[in-house]
């Protein structure tokens, strides 16, 4: 791997959730803390301050495991993946930008924190969501069930419209119905995952 270090002989080294792709930290390594990551599979840094190679974790206890290595398209950037061994910032954050390091799936975890708003205050709101709540289990999984059967039905016709729409449907409500169990998507990615 053609890697260009800078006149310091560093790199600037980016590092992401190998299973999230949450940009943790950034970091420097030289060619001395390349080899070593590779070698120990926990991935470390030459600190500039200390002016020696440092491991993550190795006070802490925060490792960060090694996955994978990239080199951008000028060879003068690495993207590591890694999987945390406990908060990757020194302040306790799971980043060094305060964010937490959660799996996210787009407009679906949005939609996911809004249901689950309008579940908890289902008896003071009045929307869709909240009112099917209100009405309990049975009612929303008879709502998966006649949205289900409306996808069977639009995916025999042609009109790619009415299915997308009816595809929809079902899946806000069986997001919904998740949570009506008291689960989350995560829960069902966790076993797809473990199935994968």
């Known amino acids: 791997m053609d890697i260009k270090y800078n006149s310091d002989g560093l790199i600037p080294a980016i590092i992401q959730d190998a299973t999230t792709k949450t940009v943790l930290m950034l970091g420097y390594m030289n060619a001395e803390a390349v080899a070593k ?4 599979n926990k991935v470390t840094f030459f600190s500039r301050s200390k002016q020696r190679l440092w491991t993550k974790g190795e006070e802490s206890g925060n490792f960060l495991s090694f996955k994978s290595l990239q080199n951008d398209c000028d060879n003068d950037t690495l993207l590591i993946q890694a999987t945390p061994q406990g908060s990757t910032c020194h302040k306790g954050t799971d980043t060094c ?4 390091n ?3 799936y787009g407009f679906l ?13 289902a008896s003071s709101e009045t929307s869709y969501v909240s009112e099917l709540f209100e009405k309990g289990l049975n009612k929303i999984a008879q709502k998966v069930g006649e949205e289900a059967v409306e996808v069977v039905i639009e995916a025999k016709d042609d009109n790619d419209d009415l299915f997308l729409n009816e595809s929809a449907d079902l899946l806000f409500h069986y997001l919904i119905l998740l949570q ?7 829960a069902v990615i966790d076993v797809l995952k473990s199935r994968h």
């Open 109 to 121: 975890s949005e939609l996911e924190t809004i249901i689950t708003e309008r579940k908890e205050n």
């Open 102 to 104: 959660t799996e996210s």
């Open 180 to 186: 009506a169990k008291g689960f989350k998507l995560d």
């Open 37 to 40: 990551t590779l070698e120990t």
């Open 97 to 100: 930008w305060g964010e937490s």
